[in-house]
């Protein structure tokens, strides 16, 4: 160059990766407090959890306490019995519809005729990884709870590891399909979610717990008429599963299937412990948890779910046509609702046993950051955290710990009642297009 004189290098601007990489070096002690770093932290969990679920099947002793009755239920209809009074277990009768009949059936081949346990263990540790990302999903879309809650939602739990790879029971099926079909719900695609939610159900009857938050959202969504629609879908899902054991013994499958008056065992009761035994299996007491439980749904969705100043008879309208334009729900009203849905149900239960903790577990974190108690601090919410655990952890069950079991629950209750109602969407004006199913 003329002269000698050398051109200066303009320096180069870091990489995007390193400009990430700064950030959450200089993020470092907010990590675990902030939500923008959820994806981050739950990915890291789930990584770790494979190698927990892989040292728990190969350290911890496998205990049988039901799969051995599944396969006795399976086995029976594969030698071509379907009247379902006539299927039974070590364990008892067949209470479950017809979906568990498939799925465990699939599991009876796969594990050779239910006699490799060990393959049958890293079968649900599957189930419990694909859990645990359908839920950490909900947790990153929401972003309400800070990612330090999530170790004590997965790799702290013991009770849940057991009850997924040490148990083998169907409750974590059902709830893997269940939270599956809230991600769908979450992302606009209802009539997929419902098929799906139908499916949860066919394994195990606790889904329901969901059904009256899912009917309430169904109906703000598209009211009644375009609601009938995917209530029939899931109709028909369960009548088409059943078929087979409708046309051999209809009432035998439907008193089985779905008994909502069966008698549970005192001596397995988690939460009421404290109460006597004659007053347990008294009728008259399963009526009156019954009527608390509607009425606590009544009256959150009156107070809670509808919008204020807003008849709740307006949700059976088309969208467009109600009085008040229509809103949208959020994603975090879909998750609220439906987990409040179940919440409600798990506090009036007449039983709960010990594999029953899976049915609201990965919940917890949501409905206690979703308290409208402002003073409620994380500290307070993670013991109410570790109460629960270790009240569900006692075996067998004593007074103190179920009673320790109502007060959090009557606490976790009482701060979603006092919540303030979340935002809804923008919304729609009387000439807008009705809210539409992605799915249609």
Same mark, same amino acid.
């Given at each position: 160059?003329?002269?000698?004189?050398?051109?200066?290098?303009?320096?180069?601007?870091?990489?995007?990766?390193?400009?990430?990489?700064?950030?959450?070096?200089?993020?470092?002690?907010?990590?675990?407090?902030?939500?923008?770093?959820?994806?981050?932290?739950?990915?890291?969990?789930?990584?770790?959890?494979?190698?927990?679920?892989?040292?728990?099947?190969?350290?911890?002793?496998?205990?049988?306490?039901?799969?051995?009755?599944?396969?006795?239920?399976?086995?029976?209809?594969?030698?071509?019995?379907?009247?379902?009074?006539?299927?039974?277990?070590?364990?008892?009768?067949?209470?479950?519809?017809?979906?568990?009949?498939?799925?465990?059936?699939?599991?009876?081949?796969?594990?050779?005729?239910?006699?490799?346990?060990?393959?049958?263990?890293?079968?649900?540790?599957?189930?419990?990884?694909?859990?645990?990302?359908?839920?950490?999903?909900?947790?990153?879309?929401?972003?309400?709870?800070?990612?330090?809650?999530?170790?004590? @939602?997965?790799?702290?739990?013991?009770?849940?590891?057991?009850?997924?790879?040490?148990?083998?029971?169907?409750?974590?099926?059902?709830? @893997?399909?269940?939270?599956?079909?809230?991600?769908?719900?979450?992302?606009?695609?209802?009539?997929?979610?419902?098929?799906?939610?139908?499916?949860?159900?066919?394994?195990? @009857?606790?889904?329901?717990?969901?059904?009256?938050?899912?009917?309430?959202?169904?109906?703000?969504?598209?009211?009644?008429?375009?609601?009938?629609?995917?209530?029939?879908?899931?109709?028909?899902?369960?009548?088409?599963?059943?078929?087979?054991?409708?046309?051999?013994?209809?009432?035998?499958?439907?008193?089985?299937?779905?008994?909502?008056?069966?008698?549970?065992?005192?001596?397995?009761?988690?939460?009421?412990?404290?109460?006597?035994?004659?007053?347990?299996?008294?009728?008259?007491?399963?009526?009156?948890?019954?009527?608390?439980?509607?009425?606590?749904?009544?009256?959150?969705?009156?107070?809670?779910?509808?919008?204020?100043?807003?008849?709740?008879?307006?949700?059976?309208?088309?969208?467009?046509?109600?009085?008040?334009?229509?809103?949208?729900?959020?994603?975090?009203?879909?998750?609220?609702?439906?987990?409040?849905?179940?919440?409600?149900?798990?506090?009036?239960?007449?039983?709960?046993?010990?594999?029953?903790?899976?049915?609201?577990?990965?919940?917890?974190?949501?409905?206690?950051?979703?308290?409208?108690?402002?003073?409620?601090?994380?500290?307070?919410?993670?013991?109410?955290?570790?109460?629960?655990?270790?009240?569900?952890?006692?075996?067998?069950?004593?007074?103190?710990?179920?009673?320790?079991?109502?007060?959090?629950?009557?606490?976790?209750?009482?701060?979603?009642?006092?919540?303030?109602?979340?935002?809804?969407?923008?919304?729609?004006?009387?000439?807008?297009?009705?809210?539409?199913?992605?799915?249609?």
């Amino acid at each position: 160059m003329a002269g000698g004189v050398q051109r200066r290098k303009s320096p180069s601007s870091p990489s995007p990766l390193w400009g990430t990489l700064h950030a959450l070096w200089q993020d470092k002690h907010l990590v675990l407090f902030k939500t923008e770093y959820t994806l981050l932290v739950v990915s890291v969990l789930w990584l770790l959890e494979i190698g927990i679920n892989v040292w728990v099947i190969q350290k911890v002793a496998y205990t049988e306490i039901d799969w051995k009755a599944y396969m006795d239920e399976v086995e029976g209809v594969i030698n071509g019995t379907y009247d379902y009074t006539q299927l039974k277990g070590d364990t008892g009768p067949l209470v479950y519809p017809a979906g568990f009949v498939y799925i465990f059936t699939a599991l009876y081949y796969i594990t050779s005729h239910g006699v490799n346990i060990r393959l049958g263990q890293y079968i649900f540790a599957v189930f419990y990884l694909v859990t645990l990302l359908l839920v950490f999903r909900i947790y990153y879309r929401t972003k309400k709870v800070p990612p330090y809650v999530f170790f004590f @939602m997965c790799c702290a739990s013991y009770r849940i590891h057991s009850i997924f790879v040490l148990r083998l029971f169907n409750d974590p099926v059902a709830m @893997m399909l269940l939270f599956a079909a809230v991600n769908l719900f979450m992302d606009g695609y209802w009539t997929l979610g419902c098929g799906l939610y139908s499916l949860a159900v066919s394994v195990k @009857m606790n889904v329901l717990l969901f059904a009256p938050g899912l009917l309430f959202l169904l109906l703000s969504e598209f009211g009644l008429i375009r609601t009938i629609p995917k209530l029939s879908l899931c109709a028909v899902i369960q009548l088409l599963l059943g078929l087979p054991f409708l046309l051999e013994n209809p009432i035998g499958y439907i008193s089985r299937a779905f008994d909502l008056g069966r008698q549970f065992m005192f001596k397995w009761t988690v939460n009421w412990r404290f109460l006597p035994e004659w007053f347990f299996l008294n009728r008259y007491f399963h009526l009156l948890l019954l009527s608390g439980h509607l009425l606590t749904l009544l009256i959150f969705a009156l107070r809670q779910w509808k919008r204020p100043k807003e008849n709740i008879l307006e949700i059976l309208k088309e969208p467009r046509k109600r009085k008040v334009p229509a809103e949208k729900n959020t994603v975090d009203q879909i998750v609220l609702i439906l987990f409040t849905s179940n919440f409600i149900g798990m506090c009036f239960s007449r039983s709960l046993h010990y594999q029953f903790y899976v049915w609201y577990f990965h919940t917890l974190p949501y409905l206690l950051w979703s308290g409208g108690v402002k003073k409620l601090a994380h500290l307070l919410r993670v013991l109410i955290l570790g109460l629960i655990e270790l009240s569900w952890n006692t075996y067998p069950s004593t007074i103190s710990s179920s009673a320790a079991l109502h007060v959090c629950h009557l606490i976790i209750l009482l701060c979603l009642w006092l919540a303030p109602p979340l935002p809804s969407a923008p919304a729609e004006t009387q000439g807008d297009a009705p809210v539409k199913d992605k799915q249609q």
